[in-house]
């Protein structure tokens, strides 16, 4: 992506998957690193064809396109060499939006281990790519992908695994079913709802239960 020296505005450049115009490569490159992952057809010149693409130009092998993460006071710093990459606020990229809901940033996986310090620089992986990470590097455990297997952390899979309804309707992938392949999953919101469902039918039997009692007692 290029900036207008005139307004400091991006310029389209085109994406090397399907050749089309984009203001935003990191955006538009993240849907079609999620259909590959999960098995949606693409329209496409280049398909992808390597396990972990990166999130700007596709390429799964290219060592250029390594990345690294940093945790600082003032939030996530990452690096890579990759000739296409361009800028982008981590924090608000994390976060999504409306307009731009792709989620598709580099993330550290909690599941690796690290030395050194948190606020050191520690490899990372994209987090389209994290399903497959975790087949190659810790396939004991279960994923959204993979519904069998150890339970994953709670906070592996709200914080990096989990998808937004918008992330998934603007790639254009299917919705997938409750996950609950997860240590701590009592404390989910998915499961306080069902356990507060559960009472409310427990409490509708107890009253049912008590008001014929009562009509039996009364005869």
């Known amino acids: 992506m290029l900036l207008s020296s005139g ?3 991006a310029v389209a450049s085109a994406c090397p998957v399907c050749c089309e115009s984009t203001k935003d490569l990191r955006s538009h490159m993240g849907v079609h690193i999620l259909r590959a992952a999960r098995g949606v057809p693409d329209d496409v010149v280049n398909p992808l064809t390597g396990p ?3 999130g700007f130009c596709g390429e799964s092998d290219n060592p250029d396109c390594a990345l690294t993460l940093k945790n600082m006071t003032r939030g996530m710093r990452w ?6 990459k361009e800028p982008f606020k981590y924090g608000s990229a994390m976060k999504g939006s409306n307009t731009r809901p792709c989620r598709n940033v580099p993330i550290v996986c909690k599941l690796c281990v690290h030395q050194g310090r948190d606020t050191d620089w520690r490899p990372a992986i994209w987090r389209y790519n994290l399903e497959t990470h975790l087949d190659q590097q810790h396939p004991e455990y279960a994923h959204p992908g993979k519904p069998a297997g150890v339970l994953l952390p709670h906070d592996m899979y709200y914080d990096t695994l989990v998808l937004t309804a918008a992330e998934e309707k603007k790639a254009g992938v299917p919705a997938r079913p409750e996950f609950t392949f997860i240590q701590g999953k009592e ?3 998915q499961a306080t709802s069902s356990a507060r469902t559960q009472k409310r039918k427990t409490d509708a039997q107890m009253f049912a239960t008590a008001t014929s009692s009562s009509k039996r007692a009364r005869h």
Do not use: F, V
């Not at 690096?79 to 296409?84: I, L, Q, S």
């Open 187 to 189: 404390n989910t919101p």
């Open 79 to 84: 690096e890579t060499k990759c000739p296409r």
């Open 52 to 54: 972990l693409p990166c």
């Open 7 to 9: 307004r400091g505005k």
